[in-house]
Nanobody, 115 residues
């Protein structure tokens, strides 16, 4: 089993920045992928970004150039630096950990961007 604990959400004005963190613990293997998804009210959960164990990254078009995902393998932690935030970025952000074909999800952290 893998447990995920997210932190760093909050309320910010448009144009501001936030940094999300997600720490994984439990049965961690070296080969895994960590990422962030988000879900706004009334909408489906969508991919924001992910990073593989080797450091390869992928971003949703909506956040390219504004968000940066990174990971610290020694701490089993993934980060999401969010800059130039827009009101449409408002959502609950969920951390996802993929290992040996299993998905693990965090409980989510709320990000609210005011205009």
């Amino acid at each position: 089993q893998v447990q995920l604990v997210e932190s760093g959400g909050g309320l910010v004005q448009a144009g501001g920045s936030l940094r999300l963190s997600c720490a994984a613990s439990g049965s961690i293997r070296s080969i895994n992928t960590m990422g962030w998804y988000r879900q706004a009210p009334g909408k489906q959960r969508e991919l924001v970004a992910f990073v593989t164990g080797s450091g390869s990254t992928n971003y949703a078009d909506a956040v390219k150039g504004r968000f940066t995902i990174s990971r610290d393998n020694a701490k089993n932690t993934v980060y999401l630096q969010m800059n130039s935030l827009k009101p449409e970025d408002t959502a609950t952000y969920y951390c996802k950990f993929v290992q040996l074909g299993r998905d693990y999800w965090g409980r989510g952290t709320q990000v609210t961007v005011s205009s």
